[in-house]
């Protein structure tokens, strides 16, 4: 059984977690180098897996320059930093894991996916859900016929209202000009899912939605512009205070890494580290006055080949999960990510049943519900030949549903609805 060389381009959450992972399937790959800027992140895979400090670099193109080293390069860079040494790494020869979404525009979407064939390089793209065992569960339902053929379906990303303020206002992903649009940071998961189920082309693509709630003129009367300097008349009750989320909550290390990042110098920050961050950095700031411009709420209307239809809703004010309906020609299917159950209706006996999904001990947000552990192990799967699954996105069908997603921004700005075919083509893909 072939062992995988790797190198890790990225080391914040999501390359953290894909290192963990690795750890655990040693048997199968061998990390032998990492890139990653902040040097308590870097030091964290250089001390898991034991590496010299000549195989830490302090960048991509430190990395990159040097003459290939692996099999396979994981790229979980930020979005706005994926096209460069992803096109790179293919130049040099390297198989990719590459996280979502796989680059800000649809051009640079496109040359990767058209540079990856021209090389022969293998691309796998991180969409993860697929691999949960919830998504997992229902794919097969969907593919045993017992709902028979798909006719329309119904998805809902809850994102929850923390993890929009936490993420999309104060976050890494608050402006589309700086890193890319909803659809596309968040949840280009969720179409990836949809087209996956539905198994055809999506054709044509409408969307509506907007920022409505975290906005200037909704912040209470003399709140200040950081929560932490006092004064605001809503400090006690206010489910996005910041001082509350990140610096009394001592168990959310996923929100004090990441508000702490470049100012912490290990791996997990103090109380001191997360103060500093909360008087300097856009963590700290209301949520009513923070630089953001990202949609709070959207919607995304599909038509794929042979009529079937798809509706798909993001919204920020909810607890978050996510669930789908679908409806098939011989019964209905409906699955809350957060159930143990997925139930069915048949038409045929008039009976509604349950399946069950087999537990996993990761939540969505610290290993997507056991996905992350899924590509993972699907990787060696697919890089070795053997592959039997359906769950692998390679850098074809990913650019594909990602291309769902740009058109529905421009059909969102624009106030059209799009012909995805010929929106794709217009980028050469």
Known sequence: MKKYSVIIIGAGNRGSNYSRKLDAMREHYDVVA?????EGRRNYVRDLFGLPEEKCFCSWQDILNQPKM???????????????????AIELGYHLLLEKPVAPTPRQCA????????KGVEVLVCHVLRYTPFYNRVKELVVSGTIGQIVSVVGVEAVGNTHQSHSYVRGNWHSEAETTPML??????DLDIIQWLV????????????LSHFTEENAPAGAPVR?????????????????KLYYDDKENAWFRKAATRGIS??????????????KTTDFGLCVYHANNDVVDHQVVNMEFEGGVTASFTMNAFNQGGRYIRLFGTKGELYANMSDTEITVFTFEDRQTRTYTVAKTEESILGGHGGGDQGIIAELHEYLSG????YCAANIQVSVQNHMIGFAAEKARHEGTVEDVKKFSAAYNF
């Open 34 to 38: 990492v890139a990653e800027p902040y």
């Open 70 to 88: 692996a099999d396979i390069a994981i790229i979980a860079t930020m979005d706005a930093e994926h096209y460069e040494p992803a096109m790179k």
């Open 111 to 118: 040359d990767i996916a058209n540079a990856a064939k021209a």
């Open 184 to 189: 596309l940071a968040k949840s280009c998961h």
């Open 199 to 210: 198994d055809k082309p999506c054709t044509r693509v409408s969307s509506f939605g907007s």
């Open 227 to 243: 929560c932490i300097d006092g004064g605001c008349p809503v400090a006690e009750s206010c489910p996005y205070n910041c001082k």
């Open 265 to 278: 110098k290990e791996y997990l920050p103090t109380d001191e580290e997360v103060m500093t961050a909360l």
């Open 386 to 389: 053997d592959y039997t699954g």
